[in-house]
């Protein structure tokens, strides 16, 4: 069996994103009758992370047990370089210094003898392992093992040049720092055979951006399209985003309001009934709030359930300050500022018309909203391994 493997950046979407696309590449590989490859993904979050892949692809691990792996040791390379108990700008300047070394290391491991396990913990080792394709999304290593797609919601290097432009104190990390590490995010993403980017992504809301490579094109949103859900539950929010202080006086009006809180983590979130993040689909959802992550983001406008994000804290990741401007002027959501629920909801039902149009219009101009099947039949136009 030849093999795929994976490249992302640091959180719960990257990971699930891009072995989304790979499970797409497989799905039509197969429609055309090539045969299907292994798909070897970091495990960078140890038992959570093996938890949420099994939730989210359970159905397939029974059809096709063993195709996905897991790599404990490739995870803990990418663990070094990713944001994790830092601050952003001490998880910069980690990254600036390490990248080099980090992406050697990942390459020698990659080469040699490899100790993997499937989903369901059973143990899978491989040597001199055939891989025919990296898929990369807003990765932070070179692993030069495979030619890369990497399938996207925007280019690092040109969220931190966009970063350059704003005061430090809206975007609180040092500006020396800033341009080394453009420096690195451009020979990583310059290593790519092909970049598809997602619309909506980060920067769409400017109306005269221009290409950032020669060889990226746009595609739909990179999530498997909601499916309906109409089960019966109490009208309420679904909240993934923790830590933010103020929250607890919205939850305070939402039970105020009869409204139920739900979420994928009821320890985090007080009072919440649990429930996986499709559920987000329901009708009796009637906003998300999450950060402005692209998987979140998605979700909500696929589904037509708006969305409330959190405002930006200057020190955090600067693709969080433009992915909320991006929220906020198309449409998409709104940035919470102390407003109270009532007001929120009010603002939130305005939006869903538009939201709605938004996708007709994206289904027009590409034929389907399915961002990952389109992304994987343009990576096998694009990279035609037998």
Same mark, same amino acid.
């Given at each position: 069996?030849?093999?795929?493997?994976?490249?992302?950046?640091?959180?719960?979407?990257?990971?699930?994103? *891009?072995?989304?696309?790979?499970?797409?590449?497989?799905?039509?590989?197969?429609?055309?009758?090539?045969?299907?490859?292994?798909?070897?993904? %970091?495990? +960078?979050?140890?038992?959570?992370?093996?938890?949420?892949?099994?939730?989210?692809?359970?159905?397939?691990?029974?059809? @096709?047990? =063993?195709?996905?792996?897991?790599?404990?040791?490739? =995870?803990?390379? #990418?663990?070094? +370089?990713?944001?994790?108990?830092?601050?952003?700008?001490?998880?910069?300047?980690?990254?600036?210094? *390490?990248?080099?070394?980090?992406?050697?290391?990942?390459?020698?491991?990659?080469?040699?003898?490899?100790?993997?396990? *499937?989903?369901? =913990?059973?143990? !899978?080792?491989? !040597?001199?392992?055939?891989?025919?394709?990296?898929?990369?999304?807003?990765?932070?290593?070179?692993?030069?093992?495979?030619?890369?797609?990497?399938?996207?919601?925007?280019?690092?290097?040109?969220?931190?040049?966009?970063?350059?432009?704003? %005061?430090?104190?809206?975007?609180?990390?040092?500006?020396?720092?800033?341009? !080394?590490?453009?420096?690195?995010?451009?020979?990583?993403?310059?290593?790519?055979?092909?970049?598809?980017?997602?619309? %909506?992504?980060?920067?769409?809301?400017?109306?005269?951006?221009?290409?950032?490579?020669?060889?990226?094109?746009?595609?739909?949103?990179?999530?498997?399209?909601?499916?309906?859900?109409?089960?019966?539950?109490?009208?309420?929010?679904? +909240?993934?985003?923790?830590?933010?202080?103020?929250?607890?006086?919205? @939850?305070?009006?939402?039970?105020? #309001?009869?409204?139920?809180?739900?979420?994928?983590?009821? &320890?985090?979130?007080?009072?919440?009934?649990?429930?996986?993040?499709?559920?987000?689909?329901?009708?009796?959802?009637?906003?998300?709030?999450?950060?402005?992550?692209?998987?979140?983001?998605?979700?909500?406008? #696929?589904?037509?359930? %708006?969305?409330? +994000?959190?405002?930006?804290?200057?020190?955090?990741?600067?693709?969080? @300050?433009?992915?909320?401007?991006?929220?906020?002027? #198309?449409?998409?959501?709104?940035?919470?500022?102390?407003?109270?629920?009532?007001?929120?909801?009010?603002?939130?039902? &305005?939006?869903?018309?538009?939201?709605?149009?938004?996708?007709?219009?994206?289904?027009?101009?590409?034929? *389907?909203?399915?961002?990952?099947?389109?992304?994987?039949? !343009?990576?096998?136009? &694009?990279?035609?391994?037998?």
């Amino acid at each position: 069996m030849r093999f795929m493997v994976t490249n992302f950046a640091y959180g719960t979407g990257p990971y699930l994103r *891009t072995t989304e696309v790979a499970l797409a590449v497989n799905r039509e590989r197969e429609s055309r009758g090539l045969e299907r490859w292994g798909i070897i993904v %970091p495990l +960078v979050y140890g038992a959570k992370q093996r938890r949420i892949m099994l939730e989210e692809f359970g159905e397939y691990v029974q059809e @096709y047990p =063993g195709e996905i792996l897991l790599d404990q040791t490739l =995870g803990d390379i #990418l663990t070094t +370089v990713f944001y994790g108990d830092n601050t952003y700008a001490a998880a910069l300047e980690a990254w600036v210094d *390490t990248y080099e070394r980090a992406s050697r290391e990942a390459h020698r491991h990659l080469v040699g003898y490899l100790e993997l396990e *499937t989903l369901l =913990g059973e143990h !899978r080792d491989l !040597r001199d392992v055939d891989f025919v394709i990296e898929l990369s999304r807003a990765a932070r290593l070179s692993y030069r093992v495979a030619p890369i797609a990497n399938v996207t919601f925007g280019y690092i290097s040109e969220i931190l040049r966009h970063a350059l432009e704003e %005061p430090e104190s809206v975007i609180a990390v040092d500006r020396s720092l800033v341009r !080394r590490a453009i420096v690195v995010a451009e020979e990583i993403e310059g290593g790519a055979e092909w970049h598809g980017l997602a619309e %909506p992504s980060t920067f769409s809301y400017l109306p005269a951006r221009a290409l950032r490579y020669p060889t990226e094109e746009a595609i739909p949103p990179t999530i498997p399209p909601p499916s309906p859900d109409h089960a019966l539950m109490g009208d309420g929010i679904y +909240v993934t985003v923790t830590g933010i202080p103020g929250l607890e006086r919205l @939850y305070r009006e939402a039970e105020a #309001l009869g409204m139920k809180l739900y979420s994928n983590d009821p &320890k985090a979130i007080p009072a919440s009934e649990r429930l996986l993040p499709h559920a987000v689909v329901n009708p009796h959802i009637k906003l998300q709030f999450a950060r402005s992550g692209w998987g979140s983001v998605w979700l909500s406008q #696929l589904s037509g359930t %708006p969305l409330v +994000v959190p405002d930006f804290d200057p020190a955090d990741d600067p693709e969080i @300050y433009f992915n909320n401007r991006c929220v906020e002027m #198309l449409g998409l959501g709104i940035v919470w500022r102390g407003q109270s629920l009532v007001e929120i909801l009010a603002d939130a039902e &305005k939006l869903r018309p538009g939201i709605q149009k938004r996708n007709r219009d994206l289904e027009r101009r590409f034929g *389907t909203l399915d961002g990952n099947r389109y992304a994987a039949q !343009r990576i096998i136009d &694009k990279f035609p391994i037998m």
